[in-house]
Each structure stands twice: as structure tokens, then as C-alpha cells.
Nanobody, 124 residues
Framework: QVQLVESGGGLAKAGDSLRLSCAAS????????MGWFRQAPGKEREFVAVISRSGGATYYKDSVKGRFTISRDDAKNTVYLQMNSLKPEDTAVYYC?????????????????WGQGTQVTVSS
């Protein structure tokens, strides 16, 4: 059993930066690929970024490439999402999720454990 708790969301203005954190409890954090997803009001939850088990590989949604950076610290059982140059269209609830089978997968159904989410609101 893995519990994920996100933090770091809040209000920001366009162009600002925020860093989201996702703390994991339980064993074997280092064996999971970790992803970030987001869900805007009235929209489907969508993939944002994923980092491999080793941390050596990452993959991003096109619209966040060059602005967002995913990283992990296995000693702290934590995955991060550094978000720079925020835009109003980044407004959403952000969720972290754990993929038990690794690789850089992007489908929501492929992730087994989910956090409760943290709200990010970006004003223009």
C-alpha cells in the first residue's frame, strides 16, 4: 500500500513559478515510475509528466515542455514538479500517481496509486 500526499499548490500570476511536492509513504518508492496529472474544471484528467524509476528518464506533455521539470528524491520518498512560466491554462488540480510497472507511461489507467490533489490557480 502506498499513500501519496501532494503539496505546494496555490495562487500564482502568469509568469510565476510554483513547485509541487508529492510525498509517498510505504515501501518500494524507488521501484515505481511517478507521474503528474492535472484536471481542469469540466475537463478530463490529463497527463503532465512522468519520471522513471531511476530518475534517468522523463517525458512531458507538449504544452509544458521547457517550462515544467519533474524530479525525484528517493531518500525522501518524494517527487517534485517545478513549474515555471505559469500560464492561466495551467490552472487545475494536480495529482501525483505511482506506476508499479515502470517505464514512461502516460495513460491514467496505467497508474495504480493516486494522491488527493493540490489546486493550482494561475491568474493573468
Amino acid at each position: 500500500q502506498v499513500q501519496l500526499v501532494e503539496s505546494g499548490g496555490g495562487l500564482a500570476k502568469a509568469g510565476d513559478s510554483l513547485r509541487l511536492s508529492c510525498a509517498a509513504s510505504g515501501r518500494a518508492f524507488s521501484s515505481y515510475s511517478m507521474g503528474w496529472f492535472r484536471q481542469a474544471p469540466g475537463k478530463e484528467r490529463e497527463f503532465v509528466a512522468v519520471i522513471s524509476r531511476s530518475g534517468g528518464a522523463t517525458y512531458y506533455k507538449d504544452s509544458v515542455k521547457g517550462r515544467f521539470t519533474i524530479s525525484r528524491d528517493d531518500a525522501k520518498n518524494t517527487v517534485y514538479l517545478q513549474m515555471n512560466s505559469l500560464k492561466p491554462e495551467d490552472t487545475a488540480v494536480y495529482y501525483c500517481a505511482a506506476d508499479l510497472y515502470g517505464s514512461l507511461r502516460t495513460r491514467r489507467s496505467e497508474y495504480y496509486y493516486w494522491g488527493q490533489g493540490t489546486q493550482v490557480t494561475v491568474s493573468s
